[in-house]
């Protein structure tokens, strides 16, 4: 990449948390002509406090380019990054070159909303250096349509935008999907073992098209409704647990440790999708969980659930 400039004319800085799904129900998918703010899922999960800074430079240029480093690497895989900036370069007249440095901690694969998280931030952060005038419910559907689009996500961009413990009550992107949130405060914290990853892609493709999907998307829509009803967070980890057996999840990887943990009267389930055991306690509950968790092989996580969802953090033109 040949940079003409080295001082750029904007710069925007946005942050995204990751998010872990505890179940979901999927529904119009396969309608082509269906506008993107309409599709989504129904589901619950939470917004995590670690996630992906997206920083935008733009640069003066004789033509239009870009370049995306993934914590400092080009050439990494990111599809949802490429689908949202060219989107934008779409929009713009004036020839320029746009560099694209994603800092994340979340890692990819995991169940832990990376992709949403580097499209919903990304979107914010080429929104305000481009100055494309888009506000950011706008925004932030723009980064819903490229999750769908890359198959790597249905109901995280919207999760991420809102924060906190969320109910999906109704499907959509946001501004149109109904959200019921719930702010967990620091007393309690999330623990995630990450064990091995799923690809969202072949997983929703083989979930989709299976023979069990329109059983296991009942129980997630039926789970929606009760936790409408009366919302506590062990409530969410047992429909977790459930639907994460239904989708043969509680069997793989995560089995052993779901099982060690149970034996001690805790509660956790699979993030959808990855092998990744995860749990929300008090964090009384922490020291205990950590003990039997570090037994087994994995990246363990310990975070706290963010409430506030994704934002601008610094913006220069
Ligand atoms: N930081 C990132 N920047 C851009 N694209 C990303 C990033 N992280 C993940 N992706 C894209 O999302 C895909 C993984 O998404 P997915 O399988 O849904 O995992 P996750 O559960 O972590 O969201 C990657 O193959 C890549 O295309
Ligand atoms: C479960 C999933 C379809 C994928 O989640 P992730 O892999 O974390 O992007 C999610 O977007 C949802 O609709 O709830």
């Known amino acids: 990449m040949v940079i003409v ?5 904007a710069v925007s800085k946005a942050y995204c948390p990751g998010h872990v799904t505890g179940f979901f129900s999927a529904q119009n998918q396969g309608d082509p002509d269906l ?8 589901g619950a999960g939470f917004s995590i406090d670690r996630g992906i800074i997206s920083t935008v430079r733009v640069f003066p240029s004789s033509d239009m380019n870009y370049e995306i480093k993934l914590n400092g690497m080009l050439d990494c895989e990111l599809r949802v990054s490429k689908y949202v900036t060219e989107y934008y370069l779409s929009l713009i007249q004036k020839p320029v070159l746009i560099s694209i440095d994603h800092e994340s901690n979340l890692p ?5 909303g990376s992709s949403g998280s580097a499209a919903l931030g ?10 494309t005038g888009l506000s950011s419910l706008q925004a932030a559907q723009m980064a819903h349509q490229a999750d ?3 198959n790597t996500g249905r109901g995280t961009v919207v999760s991420e935008y809102t924060g906190g413990v969320e109910l999906r009550t109704s499907i959509g992107g946001p501004g149109v999907c109904r959200i019921q949130k719930t702010e967990l405060s620091s007393e309690w914290c999330a623990v995630i073992l990450c064990m091995e990853p799923i690809k969202t892609d072949i997983f929703l493709s083989k979930y989709l098209g299976g023979s069990k999907f329109s059983n296991i998307n009942e129980v997630g829509k039926q789970m929606v409704k009760q936790l409408g009803q009366s919302m506590s967070v062990e409530k969410f980890m047992d429909f977790s647990f459930k639907f994460a057996s239904l989708c043969g999840l509680t069997e793989g990887k995560c089995k052993e440790p779901l099982a060690h943990l149970r034996s001690k ?10 092998h990744t055991l995860f ?3 008090p964090n009384y509950q922490l020291g205990q969980v950590i003990d039997i968790l570090k037994r087994y092989q994995g990246e363990l996580i310990i975070c706290h659930v963010d409430n506030l969802g994704a934002r601008i953090l610094k913006k220069v033109r």
């Open 35 to 42: 506008d993107f703010k309409f599709q989504g899922s129904l």
């Open 122 to 131: 990304l979107s914010y952060a080429l929104n305000e250096a481009l100055g």
């Open 265 to 274: 009267g805790l509660k956790s389930s699979v993030a959808l999708f990855g």
């Open 5 to 9: 400039s080295q001082v750029p004319i």
């Open 279 to 281: 749990t929300l306690i």
């Open 108 to 112: 990819i694969g995991y169940g832990l």
């Open 148 to 150: 769908i689009v890359c």
